[in-house]
């Protein structure tokens, strides 16, 4: 599919313009930012990995009921996407102290949280994306409440079917975020995840060892980031053993083969 024209270019992906209206294309990028931008660098096949393991998690999330704007996937660093009008809330949900609410409230990195809290953060860079509460989106109409209901219950939903797709392949979901976007129907508006689910926006440690396999090894130059995200895939069974970043397992061969 030929490249149209670029809609966005954010920090770790590019938006072009889609094939058919109400599309776009999401093209994967290397790059690598921590700290708003302040750090940055790259990922040698990140964009290949991400692409991959966010569809591999958006179609099971599918299966399961959660809308999302993934449509299929174009080729190693692309996929076919739903336009939606982004809701500029950014989405955590905590499993385990880690990261900032550690740090603001002086809890231990690692302890598990009595209950699994979901937190808000407004999306602007500019401010450095800072933390916010239900008043705040109700006062400034970032979203309606009936939004703010569906964006918790899915928040949920994503959260129970994912610590149970890691723990399957060993790994301990600490946390992870989520954006929400918009689509249309007429007048009539609802909500469907938006974004990328893949190691940038997931803590993930190893659940024997507690070794970090996500954007944190590059946050705090830990070293061994590709390696890192190339162990979730291979997890996840996209990645065969021995092969790099450029040679993910092609889904819809690996099926072929075994008859499905």
């Avoid at 991959?52 to 996407?81: C, D, K, W, Y």
């Amino acid at each position: 599919m030929s490249r149209r024209r670029q809609i966005y270019e954010g920090k770790a992906k590019i938006l072009y313009e889609g094939p058919e209206p109400g599309t776009l294309i999401q093209y994967f990028k290397d790059d690598a930012t921590a700290f708003n931008a302040q750090k940055r660098g790259t990922i040698s096949g990140k964009g290949v990995l991400n692409n991959r393991i966010s569809e591999h998690i958006f179609t099971a999330l599918q299966t399961i009921g959660v809308p999302t704007h993934f449509i299929r996937r174009l080729n190693m660093r692309e996929q076919l996407i739903r336009q939606v009008e982004i809701v500029p809330i950014e989405v955590v949900v905590r499993n385990v102290a880690a990261g900032s609410i550690s740090k603001r409230l002086g809890i231990e990195e690692g302890t598990q949280l009595p209950r699994t809290i979901i937190e808000y953060y407004y999306k602007d860079d500019a401010l450095g994306d800072p933390m916010i509460a239900d008043e705040h989106i109700a006062c400034f109409g970032w979203a309606s409440q009936e939004e703010m209901n569906d964006i918790a219950d899915m928040a949920i939903r994503i959260n129970d079917f994912m610590c149970g797709l890691f723990a399957a392949i060993g790994i301990r979901l600490i946390d992870f975020k989520l954006e929400f976007g918009r689509v249309y129907d007429g007048e009539y508006s609802r909500i469907i995840l938006a974004d990328e689910i893949s190691p940038d926006g997931c803590r993930l440690w190893d659940m024997k060892t507690n070794e970090k396999l996500d954007k944190d090894r590059f946050r705090q130059s830990l070293g061994g980031e590709a390696e890192a995200y190339q162990e979730v895939a291979r997890r996840l069974g996209l990645l065969p053993e021995g092969e790099e970043a450029n040679a993910v397992l092609d889904l819809d061969e690996h099926r072929k083969k075994r008859g499905k």
